[in-house]
């Protein structure tokens, strides 16, 4: 079963306010991915995890913090952001990182900031 | 450093016409992984297809076929007899076997009309 499942699936915040993206997959992968995708534009990256351990930060802002609880959840915890961050985020999982494996998305987060 | 080049913004074509879809990639590395990914308006990324560098067969799968060209560094995916369901965006991503990062094009919006 080639599912990730990400909730919510519509999120409108605040600048003020914290919140958190999630995301799961049973497929026993052992990589999980962060990625933000404007309107007509391709998804970007953020983070990569490798065996529950972070292993590519793409530069991305404070106010973006990922967490990796175990193998098949990924957290995206949002903190005090600006309206430009509004955009569609995506949760992938692959096999491992690297190596060229697949990576299968979720249906992603559409986040609205205000 | 990688980079995936879509020329087509947007491509209309009326149902059951064939369509191509052109992606041109750079890299220095020689061991290295292509992909085709299909946005829906639904917003969730679907796998196609994946090819390492070093297999250079064409592939068919029911109405789509994939063209990977080393000596133009291409990788061309075709559509036979476009159907409505066919409406979305195509990327085009490439992942380079030492990198944990998959590098996606900006993407062809294809709009089949009945």
């Known amino acids: 079963d080639t599912e990730v499942t990400q909730t919510p699936k519509h999120l409108v915040m605040g600048m003020t306010n914290k919140k958190s993206l999630k995301c799961e997959q049973h497929?026993?992968?052992?990589?999980m991915y962060w990625y933000k995708q404007k309107a007509k534009k391709p998804p970007e990256l953020m983070f990569v995890?490798?065996?529950?351990?972070?292993?590519i930060n793409e530069s991305v802002p404070s106010r973006f913090s990922p967490e990796c609880p175990n193998s098949s959840l990924l957290n995206l915890h949002l903190h005090a952001l600006q309206p430009e961050d509004s955009a569609l985020y995506l949760c992938a999982s692959s096999q491992k990182a690297g190596d060229g494996y697949e990576q299968y998305f979720g249906p992603g987060t559409r986040l609205t900031v205000t | 450093a990688q980079k995936v080049t879509q020329a087509q913004t947007e491509i209309s074509v009326v149902e059951k016409e064939d369509v191509t879809l052109d992606c041109v990639y750079e890299?220095?590395?020689?061991?290295?992984?292509l992909f085709w990914y299909k946005q829906p308006p639904s917003g969730e990324l679907v796998f196609l297809i994946r090819r390492n560098s070093f297999d250079e067969q064409n592939e068919i799968s029911g109405r789509y076929s994939w063209n990977f060209q080393k000596s133009t560094s291409s990788f061309n995916f075709t559509i036979t007899a476009s159907q409505v369901v066919d409406s979305a965006v195509y990327f085009c991503a490439l992942s380079e076997a030492r990198g944990n990062d998959m590098r996606f094009g900006a993407g062809t919006r294809l709009t089949v009309k009945p």
């Open positions: 890299t220095r590395d020689t061991t290295y992984y």
């Open positions: 497929m026993g992968h052992r990589a």
């Open positions: 995890y490798s065996y529950e351990k972070l292993s």
